[in-house]
């Protein structure tokens, strides 16, 4: 699998969650709440991806000149476990190098709020990395937002599958913010930057 990247090549920036609005405010959908965000950014709106089962917005971020790079975002509208047959058919049509792709998602080991970035490695038991990593191979980069682990005895897919509670609302907008700041710093600057300035 090629993962070789040139300054001219696109970004495709894919926010996990699930579709539908009963899905909105889950905390397995954060990823698509960052990509919102930076569709806002861009000053577009998502719209369907012609045979792939996504939903794009395609824009430029950084400043005129040899940091400006062409990104696309996408939100699978398969559901969490099925999106790396949206991802990979994104990233074959746009031809996308596999080091330029971007997965924002819940991580259940890390704090709320709290982000890591990385390139590579394991799913941690996060369907839609299993997904991803299953259709193209593991080398793309992650934006991991923390969510914590489950209270008590609950079930990881029931702490999943809801809401963040009313305290984290509190500080989500600005962490959300955070996130996205953090993907176009990646997309910029690259790796060894965005972790300096977002490994929190």
Not at 23 to 45: I, K, T, W
Request: charged share 25%; net charge positive.
């Amino acid at each position: 699998m090629d993962v070789t990247t040139g300054a001219n090549d696109p970004w495709l920036i894919v926010g996990l969650g699930n579709p539908g609005p009963e899905y909105a405010m889950n905390r397995h959908n954060v990823g698509f709440m960052v990509a919102d965000l930076l569709a806002d950014r861009l000053g577009g709106r998502f719209k369907r991806a012609g045979r792939a089962q996504a939903q794009v917005v395609e824009g430029r971020i950084g400043p005129p000149g040899p940091l400006n790079r062409r990104v696309i975002l996408a939100k699978p509208m398969s559901y969490m476990n099925l999106s790396g047959g949206p991802v990979n058919a994104l990233r074959e049509f746009y031809k996308v190098p596999l080091a330029n792709i971007v997965a924002i998602h819940d991580e259940l080991d890390i704090d709320h709020g709290t982000l890591r970035l990385k390139l590579g490695g394991g799913d941690n038991g996060h369907n839609g990395l299993k997904s991803m990593t299953k259709a193209m191979s593991a080398d793309y980069h992650r934006v991991r937002f923390g969510i914590g682990r489950p209270p008590g005895r609950m079930q990881v897919a029931d702490f999943v599958l809801k809401d963040f509670s009313s305290a984290e609302r509190k500080e989500l907008d600005y962490f959300v913010d955070r996130a996205a700041d953090a993907v176009e710093c990646l997309v910029i600057e690259g790796l060894e930057r965005a972790q300096s300035t977002y490994n929190s």
